[in-house]
């Protein structure tokens, strides 16, 4: 297989360290599993995004190519070289769902999500909308910016969470109490979303966290049970790093959710994450989000896994799941200002 895999924050160059630094991190996970396979990859040259050559192997076979120009200039020159492509890019301003599109309407194997099923997961009221009816879904309201005014009585003081509808790693969520904390919340918004909506949600007071799965278009396998470390800027939320694993006495409930819920969208495949919230009060799990692409619990995951996750999300592509799921250990880690910190092994 003629392979081509890209990174959206690296192949374009995006100078902005709180995005590159996660996508970095995957890029050069999944470099490190194929290390062995004739693989090519994008990298910005201008300006110069440096890729870790550690723990790569020097005779490796991934072969960079060194990005001039603009990424949907290239593809549209070169993609038709590739047997397969599995790009990894955000959800926000539908830029995965683009892109897989495009590559797809080439003829090209995604290893990775339908374009159908990234559209919607990309779109969260579509996600929402899709599993509401069968699933621990938080209650979602779909808020259109000319109708603000509208949604003055909906406030009494208790917490409520605002969102990008196509948002990504915790962009522009905000907990809002009231009105005048909304409409605050609703302008900085405007900066990171360009759709004409956004999402207002019930607050739930848990523990936030992920599934980790793969799936082969029809079933899913769950491959970890994640926490992820929240924090609250003025308001603003904030992802910071997480554990893989993360144990917890809703762990069967919430794989069991979550892989329900990939099974029910169509077209999901390869690596997906599914984003929760525990309602220790409640003893409930809800849903927050899909994600069909690899999250950042992959740069983890793939160093305590009984098996290349590189390679197994080829497979599972190709309809091959992993027929045992060991973790060996545990792994902590941080997004730092230029990096994503790891903190090594240590025994469950």
């Known amino acids: 297989m003629n392979l081509l895999i890209f990174e959206f924050a690296t192949a374009i160059g995006l100078q902005n360290p709180i995005i590159t630094v996660e996508g970095k991190a995957i890029l050069e ?49 070169n993609i038709r070289n590739y047997d397969a492509c599995l790009p990894v890019a955000p959800e926000e301003e539908f830029i995965l769902y683009h892109l897989t599109k495009k590559i797809e309407n080439e003829g090209i194997k995604i290893i990775g999500s339908s374009s159908d099923a990234v559209l919607t997961c990309s779109d969260k009221f579509k996600t929402y909308n899709s599993l509401k009816d069968s699933f621990p879904f938080i209650k979602t309201h779909k808020i259109f910016f000319s109708e603000l005014k509208n949604y003055k009585s909906i406030f009494n003081g208790e917490k409520m969470v605002v969102k990008p509808a196509d948002g990504v790693s915790c962009s522009g969520v905000h907990i809002v109490r009231s009105y005048a904390e909304f409409i605050k919340a609703s302008v900085k918004l405007k900066i990171v979303t360009k759709l004409p909506y956004f999402l207002l949600q019930n607050f739930i007071d848990g523990q936030s966290a992920s599934v980790s799965l793969l799936s082969n278009g029809k079933t899913a396998i769950p491959l970890s049970l994640n926490l992820q470390n929240i924090q609250l800027n003025d308001g603003e939320v904030c992802y910071t790093g997480g554990k893989v694993p993360f144990k917890h006495k809703l762990s069967s409930n919430a794989k069991k959710i979550s892989k329900d819920a990939v099974e029910t969208i169509d077209g999901l495949k390869g690596y997906v994450g599914v984003d929760l919230i525990f309602d220790d009060n409640a003893k409930e799990v809800h849903i927050l989000e899909v994600n069909p692409r690899l999250t950042t619990s992959f740069v983890a995951l793939r160093n305590i896994l009984n098996f290349n996750l590189g390679e197994a999300i080829i497979d599972a592509v190709e309809g091959k799941l992993p027929s045992e799921i060991m973790l060996d250990g545990s792994l902590t880690f941080s997004k730092e200002e230029d990096h994503l910190k790891i903190d090594y092994p240590t025994q469950l």
Do not use: A, F, Q, T
């Not at 201008?46 to 550690?54: A, D, L, V």
């Not at 020097?58 to 072969?63: A, G, V």
């Open 29 to 77: 996970g999944l470099l490190e599993d194929l290390n062995y396979r004739s693989v090519d990859y994008l990298i910005s040259e201008n300006p110069p995004i440096k890729i870790s050559k550690k723990n790569i192997e020097s005779d490796r076979k991934c072969n960079p190519i060194n990005l001039k120009e603009d990424l949907l200039s290239w593809l549209d020159k």
